[in-house]
T-cell receptor, first 113, second 111 residues
């Protein structure tokens, strides 16, 4: 079956612009996660949804970051007034209790100039 | 102290040898442990999960977990050049669900 998909794969933004990153999880996966990965480091947790409920947003680095999953399927991570330190790969993962782990999408590489 | 510690490497192994990767963690309440493989420029790929003390084998991969000593390891037997990648150790803590990752160990398998 289809895996997790993310779009766009690459995004270049000027400092101060708003961006929206989309994640389409594996069909039937109730849990959806967003992670941020800086070059040479492991992914860092941002936020977690179970269906449409955002159960944990403790990893969001500032109030410029906002995520939603209004119908319990597709999720959008929005970053307002982007800054250079937001440059990273943003990874989405999904899982279900029987899946045996989280499965990652290809990521969106965000570059803020 | 980081929550999940890995040697960054690179770990260089000859083709056909065993690669041994280690990971230590600080959260004693952690219940689930995972190894991900990440090729350069790609996203992490789940290769092993382990939940109880002992060994778990899957093909050329063996994961080992020792909760008392708070470490988890990954053995790659008969290493191939295609195994050259960064291997990420991850765990679900006592709070559940979100994964905490180590920084990864880069493995280079030389023909």
């Amino acid at each position: 079956g289809a895996g997790v998909s993310q779009s766009p794969r690459y995004k270049v933004a000027k400092r101060g612009q708003d961006v929206a990153l989309r994640c389409d999880p594996i069909s039937g996966h109730v849990s959806l996660f967003w992670y941020q990965q800086a070059l040479g480091q492991g992914p860092e947790f941002l936020t977690y949804f179970q269906n449409e409920a955002q159960l944990d947003k403790s990893g969001l680095p500032s109030d410029r970051f906002f995520a939603e999953r209004p119908e319990g399927s597709v999720s959008t991570l929005k970053i307002q007034r982007t800054q250079q330190e937001d440059s990273a790969v943003y990874l989405c993962a999904s899982s279900t209790p029987a899946s045996g782990g989280q499965f990652f999408g290809p990521g969106t590489r965000l570059t803020v100039l | 102290q980081k929550e999940v510690e890995q040697n960054s490497g690179p770990l260089s192994v000859p083709e056909g040898a065993i690669a041994s990767l280690n990971c230590t963690y600080s959260d004693r309440g952690s219940q689930s442990f995972f190894w991900y493989r990440q090729y350069s420029g790609k996203s992490p790929e789940l290769i092993m999960s382990i939940y109880s003390n002992g060994d778990k084998e899957d093909g050329r991969f063996t994961a080992q977990l020792n909760k008392a000593s708070q470490y988890v390891s990954l053995l790659i037997r008969d290493s191939q050049p295609s195994d050259s990648a960064t291997y990420l150790c991850a765990l679900e803590g006592a709070a559940g669900n979100k994964l905490t990752f180590g920084g990864g160990t880069r493995v280079l398998v030389k023909p």
